[in-house]
Structures are given as C-alpha cells and as structure tokens.
C-alpha cells in the first residue's frame, strides 16, 4: 500500500528552506548560550588531548625504555645510577651520557629473535640478525654483512640491563594512567556541559515557539490540524536536541580528534601523514552526497510523522463519532496508509545508510592501512629499516586505529544530522509564520457602544462570506443574530473579537476602530460563551478564574452562584474544587455551559457574547441561564446567536441574515409585524412547539428535510 507522495508536497516545500540559512538559525540559537558551550568544547579539547598523549608516552615507553636496550653502552662506574653490571665490568647506555663526559669501552646489547647477546664491542651497521652455529651473530645488510663475537644472556643478565630502566618505565605508566584519567574526567565534563546546553536551547526553542503560536492569527489553525502543530513542538524540537547532544557532540569530538591525530602522525612522520589525507577530501565528498539524497527521504518521513499524530489526534477526538457510525476500520485504513508510507522512506533510508556506512569506512581504513605497509616495507626493502623504530611503527598503527574511530561516529551521525536538519526546516518555518506580539497593554473599561460600518469579509479572498454590514449596538444594549448556516452570524463575532480582520470597512468600539488596538488589550473587557464550551484541566474554580490572580475565590462563587451553578454543582464531593479532566468530559453539557457562563461573568466584560449558548442544555438548565442572563447582561453590551427565537425575544435589537447581508432588522414586535423572514421563523417554531409533530422546514432555516 503507498501513497501518492504529492499530498505531502504542500508540506515539504514549505519545510524546504535553505540548509545554510537553517544551520545559521540553529547556531544563532547556539550562541544564547555559548559560555557553557565554549566551556564543553575547552573541555572536550583538553580530553582529546589527553588522550591523544597516550600513543606518544607509549612509543617513549617502548623507544627510550625497552627498545632502548639496543643502543650503545659505554663502561661507567659501578655506583651510577643507570649504571648495568655483567661480569667483572660495569656500563651505562649512551642516552645518559652528560654532555661532555668520557666514553670509553662501546658494548652492544642486541636481540635475535627472542633472545639477546651481549656483544663486546661497537657494530659498523644494522640489518637482518641471526645467530651462528659456530658461537656468536651475523649482521647481513644488502650484499654487506659482518660477523660478532657475542654472548648469549640469561634473564637474571638481561635484567640487569633493563634495571636501571625500571623507575623511567614506572613513571611514564603512571603518567600514561593519569592522562587516562583526567581524558575520562574533562570526557565527563564536556558531555555534561553539552547536553545541559542542549536542553536548555532546546527549551528556549520550545517556549520560542509554544508563545509564537498564541501569535498566529486564528486563520492559520484553520488550515493545519492541531496533530501536526504539537508534531513540530515535540517530535521536531527533540529531533533537534539530538543535533545538539549527540550530532554535534561527535562531530566536535571528531573534528578535534582527527585534527589531533592528524599533528600527530606529522609530528612522527610527514609523508606517511601527507599519504593519510586522502581521508578528508572523501569524507567531504562522502557527506555532501549523502545528504544530497537523505534530504528527501527525511523530509517525507517527517511529514508522514507528522499526518500520523493529525490523525491520532483527530480519532481521539471524535472517538465517540467513530464508534458510532462504525468507522473504526476506514480510520484504521486510513492510518495504515500513513504509517505503512513512513516504513517504505524509513526502509530507503535505512538500505542507504547500509551501503555509505560501515562498508565505506572499512574501504577508506584497508586504503590507508595499504599506504602504511608499503611505505615501511618499501624502507626495509630498501636497507632503511633502523630508520623507523618500534615505537613510531606503534605509534602509527594505534593512530591509525584511532583515526577511524571518529570517522565511524560522524558517518552513523549522519542520518540523525539529515533528520535534525529537516526537523529544523519545519520549526522554522512555522517561527517564521507572520504573527502578532502579544500585548500587556492595559486600557480603561470601555462603555462597549459597538458599530459596523459597511464590512466586507471572506475567509477565501474570492467568496465574502458578510456584505456591507452596517449597524450599531449601544452600551447595555442586547443584539440577537439570527439567520441560516452560513448567513454570516459567527463571522461577524469572529470579527469583533478579532480572531480575523475586516477586508474593507471598519469596526468601533466607543468611536475607536479595533485594528488601532492591540487584540489582547481590547479582548481584556469581552467575554464569550461558545455552543461547544472548552473546560480546561484543573478544577471547577480554575476553569472560571483561569488561574487569574486577580479574581478571588469569592467572585468565583459569586459568578457561579449569578448564573444558578452552584445548585447544580452542589452535589460533587469537592464542590468548585472537583478536578476537570480535558474538555471537562466527567460534566454534563449543562454543568459545562454554566461553568463557561460564570467564566464569563467572573472576568466582568463590557461587552458580552453568547455563541449559541443554550443550544445544547436541557430546558431545566436553560430556564436557570435565562434568569442568569437578566443579571449577567446589566450594564454590558451582548450580543446572542441563538436558533430558539423565544430567546430572544427581549432583545433590543435583532438582526436577520441571509447570505452574508442584513435582511432584516428590529425587535421583537417590529419584525412580527413585517411578517418577513423572521415571522415565519418565529411562526415555525412555535408551531414546532405547539404540536410537538414535525414541521415543514422550508427555505427559511436554509436546510431540508431528511
């Protein structure tokens, strides 16, 4: 099963920014807080170091230590302190020699496969050694060789020649174990430092983007489910964590490591270093294509990530729909469609980082160790084998070893890099969405004398959804909206409240056009109660003061009280303190809407709207919020949609729609007395009433019969 991949399009050219401009972003977030960064990346260096050091105490050790047997020795006296006694003589190595002081008597101390021989006296030149028949070793260098008399030490002899080594050796171990030490303590220090940094970049992007959200217009939530805003939050913004923890982490420790490695193997030899570069140029090559061909398949995997969480969060929301209709396997087709797209890129992915990963590395490691073996067997074919000692050959493999090592962590980094990358992109550019600051801007109550002057609006600029709007409601006024789906009756609450703005016209409030005024500080006197009441999670109480420090417990109660909730909500075990799951589902609808009713009331708005509030209670609850609304609506501007016309009957001012434009307008009397439209809806619905049988629904109400 696959899907066609240009439902994502969309989606991924808007997360297909430029990788530079993005790198540029992530390190600007970076340097917010690149005192502990910089502090990481000292340590991280210093633990580099460190460990780095090792190979070269190593090949002292071996060099100057043990192989350092083979140098000439000279006689010395028997209490000097690196002096070897072997018989009746006594000798000291030709390294400890002061600058200046006599040598006499040259020896040699030589090894022949595995064992040594003292050879009393100087040799003229180095080469294959063997040991003869007749007593003593042959020396054979190309078409030289030489013959020595030599004789075969014992262990106890041969210990007296490494004796006066012991306290160099002892030392150079304990330095060894002591830079193995502070690497492991300054490693500790430097992932620390790092990861802390991650979290806390990763915590300023995640609040950087949950406030730039409350930014966006409402416009932008109508187009992109609310699954795949909380995928770019979560998913995306720990996707970036990983750039920072792990990504960046062994990028850095490579890097170091391999610019280390790197001086190192000059410092020993510069030509077999020159060979090794060849590393650096493949490696670039090496990430540049694989990123080139990664991208795409990441950002596909992300956006089916994120079509998977939109639709795990919109089955969990319309669960009882759902089961209800029986949709539960189309839903479960429908995800299986997703999910089964995001394993085939995630299977691409993975097939390509099979064949660039290991494979590659082991190509690159066997090419330099090729280089490494024909440059010291070229040296001993020709003769120049005591160039080279043991502890630069040593030191040239455990280098090279290592070298690879830092090389293997940036190729499996690769991947997490690609899909870091991506996830950026997306964050991005839901950051650089255009929104609006939000203000802390206080202003005095209004008096809430409300006027739309000829407004135009369309949610899509090709269809206007209201059509020259004109009316006023003044200050303690009620104005009912009434009319058809789609007659316009939310839109012109949607702009009042500015969740949109107007396409032409204005809107005043006290004389002043709201596009002059910061949204938040205007909504600060306007409250809204909605058909579908939104209940956070918390308590009763928290869901009517919203957590607002400057509503008391008594208002709450107060307001509870005003509206009739108390007496529905007296028989809860913890009264207004009763915990509110999300959406408020353990309530009643009725519970719910009175809460929404005294949420309202609480915060003491001038102008007051009521979204079809009593649509969904029962006629018991609605009686109680009719004798609520009496005293809720004092002194406040209110403004009602409602499809039950006896509530509002009382209403000062009463404004039919019918496709976006004002057809009729008046209260109560003055519209019966047209017998237009709203006569016959009137008409209709008493009738409705009256018979408690079904109605003829015409044209009026602006739907059919079933």
């Known amino acids: 099963m696959s899907l066609d991949n240009e439902q994502y399009d969309l989606e991924i050219d808007a997360a297909a920014g430029d990788k530079k401009t993005t790198v540029k972003r992530l390190l600007r977030y970076a340097m917010q807080v690149k005192m502990p960064l910089l502090f990481a990346l000292l340590m991280l260096t210093v633990a580099v170091a460190t460990d780095l050091a090792g190979p070269l105490v190593a090949k002292r050790l071996i060099d100057v230590h043990i192989t350092g047997i083979e140098k000439p020795w000279y006689q010395a006296p028997a209490d000097d302190r690196y002096a070897a006694t072997y018989k009746e003589g006594s000798y000291k190595r030709a390294d400890h020699f002061a600058a200046g002081e006599t040598r006499s008597g040259e020896i040699r101390v030589l090894q022949v496969g595995r064992d040594y021989y003292f050879v009393p006296g100087a040799v003229a030149f180095d080469g294959r050694r063997e040991a003869l028949d007749g007593g003593g070793i042959g020396i054979t260098r190309g078409t030289e060789s030489a013959r020595y008399e030599a004789d075969k030490l014992s262990k106890t002899e041969l210990y007296q020649f490494f004796k006066p080594e012991l306290g160099g050796l002892l030392r150079l171990c304990w330095y060894y174990f002591g830079l193995v030490v502070i690497s492991a303590l300054f490693a500790y220090g430097q992932r620390y430092f790092l990861q802390a940094s991650a979290n806390r970049v990763i915590r300023k992007m995640r609040n950087d983007v949950f406030e730039h959200i409350n930014r966006l217009p409402v416009r932008y939530f109508d187009n992109l489910p609310a699954g795949k805003i909380v995928s770019r939050i979560t998913n995306d913004t720990e996707a970036i964590r990983e750039l920072y923890v792990t990504v960046l982490a062994n990028f850095f420790t490579g890097g170091i490591n391999m610019i280390g490695i790197f001086a190192a193997l000059f410092l020993l030899d510069a030509r077999l270093a020159s060979i090794c570069l060849f590393i650096l140029p493949v490696l670039g090559v090496w990430i540049y294509l694989y990123g080139k061909v990664a991208k795409r398949y990441n950002r596909i995997i992300r956006s089916t990530l994120s079509e998977i969480n939109g639709r795990i969060n919109e089955t969990i929301q319309g669960m009882a729909i759902i089961r209800a209709f029986r949709k539960e396997k189309k839903m479960e087709a429908e995800f299986e469609q997703y999910n089964e797209e995001n394993y085939a890129y995630k299977r691409k992915l993975l097939s390509l980082n099979s064949w660039t990963g290991h494979n590659l590395v082991n190509v690159i490691r066997n090419i330099a160790y090729v280089a490494l073996i024909w440059y010291f067997g070229a040296g001993a074919i020709g003769g120049a084998q005591g160039a080279v000692t043991l502890g630069v050959l040593y030191a040239f493999v455990d280098y090279l070893n290592r070298l690879f090592q830092p090389i ?63 009316f006023e409601a003044k200050q303690g006024q009620t104005v009912a909206l009434i009319g058809h789906t789609g007659s316009g009756k939310s839109s012109i609450i949607n702009l009042l409240f500015r969740f949109y703005d107007v396409d032409s016209g204005r809107i005043t409030i006290d004389g002043m056009n709201v596009n002059d005024m910061p949204r938040q500080t205007m909504r600060e006197h306007m409250g809204i109660v909605l058909q579908d009441p939104f209940l956070f999670t918390g308590t009763i109480a928290s869901n009517v003061s919203m957590d607002d420090p400057s509503i008391s417990r008594e208002r709450v109660e107060q307001a509870l009280a005003a509206v009739g909730a108390d007496r529905q909500l007296k028989h809860l075990r913890r009264g207004i303190d009763e915990r509110v799951i999300e959406k408020g589902g353990t309530l009643s609808a009725g519970q719910r809407q009175l809460i929404s009713f005294a949420r309202a009331l609480a915060f003491d708005p001038a102008i007051l709207i009521l979204d079809e509030a009593t649509s969904n209670i029962d006629t018991e609850t609605e009686a109680v919020i009719q004798d609520a609304l009496e005293v809720v609506k004092q002194g406040r501007t209110t403004f009602v949609i409602a499809h039950r016309l006896s509530t509002i009957r009382n209403a000062d001012l009463i404004l039919v729609l019918d496709r976006g434009v004002i057809e009729e307008r008046g209260n109560h009397d003055e519209l019966m007395q047209l017998k237009g439209k709203y006569y016959q809806m009137y008409q209709l619905q008493q009738g409705e009433k009256t018979d408690g049988g079904p109605a003829k629904v015409g044209p009026v109400l602006g739907v059919s019969p079933l």
Do not use: C, H
């Not at 969405?433 to 407004?455: C, L």
């Not at 369309?458 to 004109?470: C, D, F, Q, R, S």
């Open 408 to 470: 293997v962590n940036i190729v499996n980094q690769l991947p997490n890099l690609e899909s870091a990358l991506v996830s950026s992109e997306r964050v991005f550019v839901l950051l650089d969405e255009t929104g609006e600051s939000v203000s802390d801007e206080r202003m005095p109550r209004y008096k809430g004398n409300v006027a739309f002057e000829n407004v135009w609006f369309g949610y899509n600029p090709e269809e206007k959804v209201l059509k020259g709007i004109t």
